[in-house]
T-cell receptor
Framework: DADVTQTPRNRITKTGKRIMLECSQT?????MYWYRQDPGLGLRLIYY???????NKGEISDGYSVSRQAQAKFSLSLESAIPNQTALYFC???????????FGPGTRLTVL | RKEVEQDPGPFNVPEGATVAFNCTYS??????FFWYRQDCRKEPKLLMS???SGNEDGRFTAQLNRASQYISLLIRDSKLSDSATYLC??????????????FGKGTMLLVSP
């Protein structure tokens, strides 16, 4: 089945470390997204990309960077992790237009 | 008005009950909407799309009231397996048109035996 996968699924790291979360998709979708989810705050958009080399800031991009080197891959980096970046991170994909997004299984990140 | 607002719940209902959730949105340019379901610690998954004529899928009915800017989700004959958080989702718009989706914080439903 065409799918959205995320690696790693769980990660514990220390303050100040550089972390990269990977997202891959076999759906052939052009658009990809990174969200974080915190209890009581819902899903918040970090960055999104409508095509290879296209990068757009979301609601909460500070402290994060992304790379879209291929249609199927969208990576999220935390250059210097801090404890308030502890959250559940989701990658999602979609086709063009006002349409549903398909989510990966999530990465649970803990920053100590 | 916030972009998307939902009652966080939880809504506690017995099996077989009918339950309804409302969601209000602020951007009147929106014409299609979505309800997603999210199980605990899992990814959100599309439950239904909502268009101007509404939508029905088995026990689930979604309706749009454009004048009052709210979307509803009705679940009939609740099952234990319906226990989850239901996310209301609306399109976000920028000066150049549609940008992405905005997710509500969700309404938690707990169905008990």
């Amino acid at each position: 089945d065409a799918d959205v996968t995320q690696t790693p699924r769980n990660r514990i790291t220390k303050t100040g470390k550089r972390i990269m979360l990977e997202c891959s998709q076999t759906k052939g979708h052009d658009r990809m997204y990174w969200y974080r989810q915190d209890p009581g705050l819902g899903l918040r958009l970090i960055y999104y990309s409508f095509d290879v080399k296209d990068i757009n800031k979301g609601e909460i991009s500070d402290g994060y960077s992304v790379s879209r080197q291929a249609q199927a891959k969208f990576s999220l980096s935390l250059e210097s992790a801090i404890p308030n970046q502890t959250a559940l991170y989701f990658c999602a994909t979609s086709v063009q237009g006002v349409t549903e997004q398909f989510f990966g299984p999530g990465t649970r990140l803990t920053v100590l | 008005r916030k972009e998307v607002e939902q009652d966080p719940g939880p809504f506690n209902v017995p099996e077989g009950a009918t339950v309804a959730f409302n969601c209000t949105y602020s951007n009147s340019a929106s014409q299609s909407f979505f309800w997603y379901r999210q199980d605990c610690r899992k990814e959100p998954k599309l439950l239904m799309s909502v268009y101007s004529s509404g939508n029905e899928d088995g026990r689930f009915t979604a309706q749009l009231n454009r004048a009052s800017q709210y979307i509803s989700l009705l679940i009939r004959d609740s099952k234990l397996s319906d226990s989850a958080t239901y996310l209301c989702v609306v399109p976000s718009w920028s000066n150049s048109g549609y940008s992405t989706l905005t997710f509500g914080k969700g309404t938690m439903l707990l169905v008990s035996p």
